[in-house]
Protein backbone atom coordinates (compact mmCIF):
# COMPACT_ATOMS: atom_id res chain seq x y z
CA UNK A 1 0.00 0.00 0.00
CA UNK A 2 2.89 2.30 0.03
CA UNK A 3 2.32 5.69 -1.72
CA UNK A 4 -0.63 4.46 -2.95
CA UNK A 5 -3.65 6.80 -3.14
CA UNK A 6 -6.39 5.40 -1.06
CA UNK A 7 -9.46 4.92 -2.64
CA UNK A 8 -12.14 7.54 -2.65
CA UNK A 9 -15.40 7.05 -0.89
CA UNK A 10 -17.02 8.80 -3.98
CA UNK A 11 -16.02 8.65 -7.57
CA UNK A 12 -18.31 10.29 -10.09
CA UNK A 13 -17.06 9.57 -13.28
CA UNK A 14 -18.11 11.65 -16.34
CA UNK A 15 -22.04 11.58 -15.27
CA UNK A 16 -24.34 12.88 -17.53
CA UNK A 17 -28.23 13.32 -17.10
CA UNK A 18 -30.24 16.11 -19.77
CA UNK A 19 -33.24 16.55 -19.13
CA UNK A 20 -35.87 17.27 -22.30
CA UNK A 21 -35.67 20.70 -21.81
CA UNK A 22 -31.85 20.62 -22.65
CA UNK A 23 -30.73 21.64 -19.16
CA UNK A 24 -29.40 19.19 -16.79
CA UNK A 25 -25.62 17.89 -15.83
CA UNK A 26 -23.43 17.92 -18.91
CA UNK A 27 -20.29 15.33 -17.37
CA UNK A 28 -19.79 15.84 -14.38
CA UNK A 29 -16.60 14.42 -12.45
CA UNK A 30 -15.61 14.21 -8.74
CA UNK A 31 -13.65 12.55 -6.16
CA UNK A 32 -14.71 12.41 -2.76
CA UNK A 33 -12.30 11.20 -0.08
CA UNK A 34 -13.38 9.51 3.01
CA UNK A 35 -14.03 11.92 5.79
CA UNK A 36 -14.62 14.58 3.43
CA UNK A 37 -17.42 17.45 3.51
CA UNK A 38 -17.68 18.24 -0.27
CA UNK A 39 -19.91 21.56 -1.08
CA UNK A 40 -21.28 21.57 -4.52
CA UNK A 41 -22.50 25.46 -5.04
CA UNK A 42 -24.04 27.32 -7.72
CA UNK A 43 -27.05 29.34 -9.26
CA UNK A 44 -30.48 28.36 -9.17
CA UNK A 45 -30.81 25.39 -12.02
CA UNK A 46 -27.15 24.75 -12.27
CA UNK A 47 -27.75 20.96 -11.75
CA UNK A 48 -26.56 20.60 -8.01
CA UNK A 49 -29.96 18.81 -7.07
CA UNK A 50 -29.54 16.83 -9.90
CA UNK A 51 -26.01 15.57 -9.21
CA UNK A 52 -26.96 14.81 -5.30
CA UNK A 53 -30.08 12.83 -6.57
CA UNK A 54 -27.80 10.63 -9.02
CA UNK A 55 -25.93 9.78 -6.46
CA UNK A 56 -28.83 8.63 -3.67
CA UNK A 57 -30.52 6.73 -6.97
CA UNK A 58 -33.78 8.91 -7.20
CA UNK A 59 -32.17 9.65 -10.39
CA UNK A 60 -30.78 7.53 -13.12
CA UNK A 61 -28.03 9.18 -14.74
CA UNK A 62 -28.26 9.17 -18.75
CA UNK A 63 -24.40 8.02 -19.07
CA UNK A 64 -21.72 8.05 -16.40
CA UNK A 65 -21.25 5.78 -13.01
CA UNK A 66 -21.16 6.61 -9.90
CA UNK A 67 -18.77 4.45 -7.51
CA UNK A 68 -19.13 4.31 -3.24
CA UNK A 69 -16.15 2.46 -2.06
CA UNK A 70 -15.09 1.56 -5.08
CA UNK A 71 -18.64 -0.17 -6.54
CA UNK A 72 -21.21 1.17 -8.73
CA UNK A 73 -24.30 1.95 -7.22
CA UNK A 74 -26.15 2.75 -10.27
CA UNK A 75 -28.12 -0.60 -10.63
CA UNK A 76 -28.48 -0.49 -7.22
CA UNK A 77 -32.31 1.10 -5.53
CA UNK A 78 -32.13 4.12 -3.32
CA UNK A 79 -33.04 2.42 -0.45
CA UNK A 80 -30.18 -0.16 -1.03
CA UNK A 81 -27.42 2.19 -1.35
CA UNK A 82 -25.11 2.80 1.19
CA UNK A 83 -26.40 7.11 1.20
CA UNK A 84 -28.77 8.69 3.25
CA UNK A 85 -30.35 11.96 1.94
CA UNK A 86 -31.45 14.86 4.09
CA UNK A 87 -33.70 17.37 2.21
CA UNK A 88 -34.71 21.39 2.81
CA UNK A 89 -37.97 20.12 3.97
CA UNK A 90 -38.33 17.99 6.79
CA UNK A 91 -39.57 15.07 5.73
CA UNK A 92 -40.16 13.71 9.39
CA UNK A 93 -43.63 11.60 9.64
CA UNK A 94 -46.16 13.89 11.36
CA UNK A 95 -47.66 11.31 12.96
CA UNK A 96 -45.13 9.55 14.94
CA UNK A 97 -42.92 10.56 17.32
CA UNK A 98 -39.36 11.52 17.31
CA UNK A 99 -38.19 7.92 18.64
CA UNK A 100 -40.25 6.00 16.05
CA UNK A 101 -38.96 8.34 13.24
CA UNK A 102 -35.74 7.72 14.34
CA UNK A 103 -36.44 4.04 15.14
CA UNK A 104 -37.94 3.17 11.69
CA UNK A 105 -34.87 2.53 9.65
CA UNK A 106 -33.19 0.49 12.04
CA UNK A 107 -36.20 -1.63 12.48
CA UNK A 108 -36.40 -2.10 9.15
CA UNK A 109 -32.67 -3.34 9.46
CA UNK A 110 -34.19 -5.67 12.13
CA UNK A 111 -32.05 -4.50 14.59
CA UNK A 112 -32.39 -5.47 18.38
CA UNK A 113 -35.17 -2.85 20.38
CA UNK A 114 -31.91 -2.39 23.11
CA UNK A 115 -29.47 -1.73 19.97
CA UNK A 116 -32.16 0.72 18.45
CA UNK A 117 -33.06 2.17 22.11
CA UNK A 118 -28.96 3.09 22.54
CA UNK A 119 -28.68 4.11 18.93
CA UNK A 120 -31.25 6.91 19.27
CA UNK A 121 -30.70 8.25 22.27
CA UNK A 122 -26.91 8.92 20.94
CA UNK A 123 -27.72 10.18 17.37
CA UNK A 124 -30.39 12.79 19.63
CA UNK A 125 -27.28 13.66 21.86
CA UNK A 126 -25.07 14.11 18.67
CA UNK A 127 -27.63 16.52 17.36
CA UNK A 128 -27.89 18.21 21.14
CA UNK A 129 -31.36 17.05 21.61
CA UNK A 130 -31.25 14.39 24.40
CA UNK A 131 -34.52 13.08 25.81
CA UNK A 132 -37.05 14.33 22.81
CA UNK A 133 -37.52 10.75 22.12
CA UNK A 134 -41.26 10.88 23.04
CA UNK A 135 -42.06 14.26 21.31
CA UNK A 136 -43.90 14.97 18.00
CA UNK A 137 -42.23 16.78 15.01
CA UNK A 138 -44.91 19.19 15.51
CA UNK A 139 -43.91 20.33 18.90
CA UNK A 140 -40.14 20.73 18.20
CA UNK A 141 -38.86 23.91 16.10
CA UNK A 142 -38.24 24.40 12.31
CA UNK A 143 -34.21 24.01 13.24
CA UNK A 144 -35.28 21.07 15.88
CA UNK A 145 -37.49 19.18 13.02
CA UNK A 146 -34.35 19.30 10.80
CA UNK A 147 -31.96 18.26 13.95
CA UNK A 148 -34.29 14.88 13.94
CA UNK A 149 -33.83 14.81 10.09
CA UNK A 150 -29.95 15.12 10.75
CA UNK A 151 -29.96 12.60 13.35
CA UNK A 152 -32.26 10.02 11.17
CA UNK A 153 -29.45 9.90 8.34
CA UNK A 154 -26.85 9.50 10.98
CA UNK A 155 -28.64 6.45 12.03
CA UNK A 156 -28.35 4.90 8.49
CA UNK A 157 -24.87 4.80 9.00
CA UNK A 158 -24.56 6.21 5.22
CA UNK A 159 -21.23 5.67 3.19
CA UNK A 160 -21.83 9.17 2.47
CA UNK A 161 -24.55 11.79 3.83
CA UNK A 162 -26.38 13.74 1.03
CA UNK A 163 -27.78 16.97 2.30
CA UNK A 164 -29.71 19.28 -0.18
CA UNK A 165 -30.26 22.84 1.49
CA UNK A 166 -30.97 21.29 4.50
CA UNK A 167 -30.68 24.57 6.90
CA UNK A 168 -32.31 27.06 4.01
CA UNK A 169 -35.08 27.01 5.06
CA UNK A 170 -33.83 28.13 8.63
CA UNK A 171 -33.80 31.92 9.99
CA UNK A 172 -29.95 33.89 9.50
CA UNK A 173 -28.89 32.84 13.13
CA UNK A 174 -30.12 29.28 13.32
CA UNK A 175 -28.46 28.55 10.00
CA UNK A 176 -25.11 29.34 11.27
CA UNK A 177 -25.51 27.25 14.75
CA UNK A 178 -26.57 24.39 11.91
CA UNK A 179 -22.98 24.83 9.93
CA UNK A 180 -21.25 24.69 13.35
CA UNK A 181 -23.10 21.36 14.52
CA UNK A 182 -22.82 19.69 10.90
CA UNK A 183 -18.89 20.51 11.04
CA UNK A 184 -19.05 18.78 15.04
CA UNK A 185 -20.97 16.00 13.62
CA UNK A 186 -18.83 15.64 10.82
CA UNK A 187 -15.72 15.82 13.04
CA UNK A 188 -16.64 13.39 15.85
CA UNK A 189 -18.28 10.78 13.21
CA UNK A 190 -15.52 11.05 10.02
CA UNK A 191 -18.79 10.74 7.82
CA UNK A 192 -18.06 11.52 3.88
CA UNK A 193 -20.64 14.09 3.16
CA UNK A 194 -22.16 15.94 -0.21
CA UNK A 195 -23.39 19.32 1.10
CA UNK A 196 -25.41 21.45 -1.86
CA UNK A 197 -26.38 25.37 -1.46
CA UNK A 198 -26.70 28.31 -3.27
CA UNK A 199 -25.45 30.12 -0.51
CA UNK A 200 -21.36 31.11 -1.29
CA UNK A 201 -20.53 31.93 2.32
CA UNK A 202 -22.23 28.00 3.51
CA UNK A 203 -20.18 26.85 1.28
CA UNK A 204 -17.02 28.49 2.18
CA UNK A 205 -17.34 28.18 5.61
CA UNK A 206 -18.07 24.32 5.95
CA UNK A 207 -16.30 22.35 3.33
CA UNK A 208 -13.24 20.72 2.65
CA UNK A 209 -13.65 21.38 -0.97
CA UNK A 210 -15.91 23.14 -3.08
CA UNK A 211 -17.07 22.06 -6.97
CA UNK A 212 -18.80 25.38 -7.98
CA UNK A 213 -20.75 24.56 -10.59
CA UNK A 214 -22.56 26.25 -13.32
CA UNK A 215 -25.04 25.14 -16.46
CA UNK A 216 -24.81 21.72 -15.72
CA UNK A 217 -20.81 22.03 -15.83
CA UNK A 218 -18.11 22.09 -12.99
CA UNK A 219 -15.98 25.50 -13.15
CA UNK A 220 -13.80 24.55 -10.39
CA UNK A 221 -13.37 21.82 -7.57
CA UNK A 222 -10.85 23.48 -4.56
CA UNK A 223 -10.49 24.37 -1.04
CA UNK A 224 -12.17 27.48 0.06
CA UNK A 225 -9.21 29.44 0.30
CA UNK A 226 -8.19 28.43 -3.29
CA UNK A 227 -11.67 29.57 -4.46
CA UNK A 228 -11.50 32.75 -3.12
CA UNK A 229 -7.94 33.80 -4.02
CA UNK A 230 -7.46 32.12 -6.83
CA UNK A 231 -11.00 32.01 -8.90
CA UNK A 232 -9.73 29.83 -12.06
CA UNK A 233 -12.91 31.13 -13.84
CA UNK A 234 -14.89 34.46 -14.52
CA UNK A 235 -17.95 33.27 -13.48
CA UNK A 236 -16.24 32.07 -10.22
CA UNK A 237 -14.67 35.26 -10.04
CA UNK A 238 -18.46 36.56 -10.45
CA UNK A 239 -19.97 34.55 -8.13
CA UNK A 240 -17.85 34.42 -4.93
CA UNK A 241 -17.16 37.10 -2.74
CA UNK A 242 -17.18 41.12 -3.95
CA UNK A 243 -14.87 41.42 -6.75
CA UNK A 244 -14.71 45.26 -9.01
CA UNK A 245 -14.36 43.95 -12.92
CA UNK A 246 -12.27 46.70 -15.27
CA UNK A 247 -11.49 46.23 -18.77
CA UNK A 248 -8.10 45.65 -19.42
CA UNK A 249 -5.65 45.09 -22.55
CA UNK A 250 -3.63 41.87 -22.00
CA UNK A 251 0.11 42.51 -22.49
CA UNK A 252 1.71 38.90 -21.86
CA UNK A 253 2.41 39.14 -17.80
CA UNK A 254 0.98 42.02 -17.33
CA UNK A 255 -2.45 43.77 -17.85
CA UNK A 256 -2.92 47.73 -18.98
CA UNK A 257 -6.44 49.33 -17.23
CA UNK A 258 -6.51 52.61 -18.59
CA UNK A 259 -2.55 53.14 -19.12
CA UNK A 260 -2.01 51.63 -15.33
CA UNK A 261 0.52 48.26 -15.32
CA UNK A 262 -0.18 45.22 -13.05
CA UNK A 263 1.55 41.96 -12.98
CA UNK A 264 -0.93 38.59 -13.69
CA UNK A 265 -0.19 35.47 -12.63
CA UNK A 266 -1.29 33.44 -15.86
CA UNK A 267 -0.25 35.57 -19.53
CA UNK A 268 -3.09 36.83 -21.42
CA UNK A 269 -3.47 39.28 -24.37
CA UNK A 270 -5.75 41.14 -26.41
CA UNK A 271 -8.98 42.06 -23.98
CA UNK A 272 -9.15 41.00 -20.98
CA UNK A 273 -11.75 41.52 -17.72
CA UNK A 274 -9.41 42.35 -14.53
CA UNK A 275 -10.86 41.30 -11.36
CA UNK A 276 -9.82 43.10 -8.15
CA UNK A 277 -11.08 42.67 -4.95
CA UNK A 278 -12.11 45.38 -2.74
CA UNK A 279 -9.78 44.54 -0.10
CA UNK A 280 -6.62 44.10 -2.37
CA UNK A 281 -7.31 47.73 -3.28
CA UNK A 282 -5.98 50.05 -0.85
CA UNK A 283 -5.50 54.08 -0.79
CA UNK A 284 -2.20 55.44 -1.39
CA UNK A 285 -1.56 57.46 1.75
CA UNK A 286 1.75 59.16 0.84
CA UNK A 287 0.65 62.12 -0.36
CA UNK A 288 3.16 64.35 -0.38
CA UNK A 289 4.37 62.92 -4.15
CA UNK A 290 2.51 64.78 -6.95
CA UNK A 291 2.10 61.07 -8.64
CA UNK A 292 0.43 59.80 -5.10
CA UNK A 293 -1.82 63.08 -5.33
CA UNK A 294 -3.27 61.88 -8.60
CA UNK A 295 -1.24 62.70 -11.26
CA UNK A 296 -1.28 59.08 -12.07
CA UNK A 297 1.93 56.70 -11.68
CA UNK A 298 2.25 53.69 -13.50
CA UNK A 299 -0.25 51.56 -11.24
CA UNK A 300 -1.91 54.09 -9.02
CA UNK A 301 -5.40 55.74 -10.10
CA UNK A 302 -6.93 59.21 -9.45
CA UNK A 303 -10.10 58.26 -7.76
CA UNK A 304 -12.76 60.30 -6.65
CA UNK A 305 -14.71 59.28 -3.69
CA UNK A 306 -18.63 59.22 -4.26
CA UNK A 307 -19.86 57.10 -1.20
CA UNK A 308 -18.71 55.91 2.31
CA UNK A 309 -20.80 53.31 3.80
CA UNK A 310 -19.72 51.83 7.39
CA UNK A 311 -19.85 48.35 7.90
CA UNK A 312 -18.85 47.59 11.34
CA UNK A 313 -15.31 47.52 11.90
CA UNK A 314 -14.55 48.40 8.33
CA UNK A 315 -16.34 50.71 5.43
CA UNK A 316 -17.12 49.77 2.21
CA UNK A 317 -15.68 53.12 -0.26
CA UNK A 318 -17.06 53.43 -4.09
CA UNK A 319 -14.76 55.39 -5.72
CA UNK A 320 -15.04 56.47 -9.10
CA UNK A 321 -11.85 56.13 -12.02
CA UNK A 322 -11.38 56.64 -15.28
CA UNK A 323 -11.91 52.54 -15.14
CA UNK A 324 -15.03 52.99 -13.73
CA UNK A 325 -16.16 52.48 -9.98
CA UNK A 326 -14.42 50.92 -7.83
CA UNK A 327 -15.15 49.56 -4.52
CA UNK A 328 -12.72 49.17 -1.41
CA UNK A 329 -13.14 48.64 1.89
CA UNK A 330 -11.02 50.41 4.84
CA UNK A 331 -10.61 50.68 8.12
CA UNK A 332 -13.50 52.86 10.29
CA UNK A 333 -10.77 55.46 11.43
CA UNK A 334 -9.56 55.76 8.19
CA UNK A 335 -13.17 56.15 6.42
CA UNK A 336 -14.06 59.25 8.82
CA UNK A 337 -11.56 61.33 7.07
CA UNK A 338 -13.06 60.87 3.24
CA UNK A 339 -16.11 62.73 2.05
CA UNK A 340 -17.77 63.29 -0.79
CA UNK A 341 -16.12 64.32 -3.69
CA UNK A 342 -12.38 64.11 -2.34
CA UNK A 343 -9.77 62.98 -4.35
CA UNK A 344 -7.58 59.69 -3.79
CA UNK A 345 -5.16 57.81 -5.25
CA UNK A 346 -5.45 54.09 -5.31
CA UNK A 347 -3.40 51.09 -5.76
CA UNK A 348 -4.06 47.31 -6.29
CA UNK A 349 -2.41 44.65 -4.46
CA UNK A 350 -3.53 42.01 -6.40
CA UNK A 351 -5.17 41.65 -10.21
CA UNK A 352 -6.38 38.72 -11.40
CA UNK A 353 -7.41 38.66 -15.29
CA UNK A 354 -9.76 36.91 -17.32
CA UNK A 355 -10.09 36.40 -21.60
CA UNK A 356 -12.81 38.65 -23.01
N1 LIG B 1 -37.33 16.21 -13.52
C1 LIG B 1 -36.94 17.21 -14.31
N2 LIG B 1 -37.46 17.39 -15.54
C2 LIG B 1 -37.04 18.38 -16.34
N3 LIG B 1 -36.07 19.26 -16.01
C3 LIG B 1 -35.52 19.14 -14.80
C4 LIG B 1 -35.91 18.12 -13.87
N4 LIG B 1 -35.18 18.24 -12.76
C5 LIG B 1 -34.37 19.30 -12.96
N5 LIG B 1 -34.56 19.84 -14.18
C6 LIG B 1 -33.82 20.96 -14.76
O1 LIG B 1 -32.44 20.69 -14.72
C7 LIG B 1 -31.70 21.81 -14.30
C8 LIG B 1 -30.93 21.48 -13.05
O2 LIG B 1 -31.86 21.31 -12.00
P1 LIG B 1 -31.40 21.08 -10.48
O3 LIG B 1 -32.64 20.83 -9.69
O4 LIG B 1 -30.35 20.03 -10.44
O5 LIG B 1 -30.78 22.49 -10.13
P2 LIG B 1 -30.21 23.03 -8.74
O6 LIG B 1 -28.81 23.44 -8.98
O7 LIG B 1 -30.46 22.04 -7.67
O8 LIG B 1 -31.09 24.35 -8.51
P3 LIG B 1 -31.72 24.97 -7.17
O9 LIG B 1 -30.62 25.78 -6.52
O10 LIG B 1 -32.81 25.86 -7.67
O11 LIG B 1 -32.22 23.85 -6.31
C9 LIG B 1 -32.69 22.95 -14.13
O12 LIG B 1 -32.70 23.70 -15.31
C10 LIG B 1 -34.01 22.22 -13.93
O13 LIG B 1 -35.08 23.00 -14.40
MG1 LIG C 1 -31.63 22.06 -5.95
Known amino acids: MTNQQPQPQLSIQNVQKVFKTGDGVKGVNLEVKKGELVTLLGPSGCGKTTVLRSIGGFLEPDSGDILIEGRSVLNVPPEKRPTAMVFQ ?5 PHMTVFDNLAFGLKIRKRKKEEIRAAVEKALQLVRLPGTENKMPGQLSGGQQQRVAVARALLLEPAVLLLDEPFSALDAKLRLEMREELR ?7 LTMVFVTHDQEEALSISDRIVVMNAGRIEQIDTPQRIYDHPETLFVAQFIGRMNFLKGQGTGASVDIQGRRFPIARALNGDVTAAVRPEDVFIVENTGSAEAAGQGGSDVFPATVRQVMILGHY ?4 ADTAAGPIKLFVPRERAASLYHGQLIPIGFTRVTAYAG
Do not use: F, R
Open 184 to 190: EIQASTG
Open 89 to 93: SYNLW
Open 315 to 318: AEVT
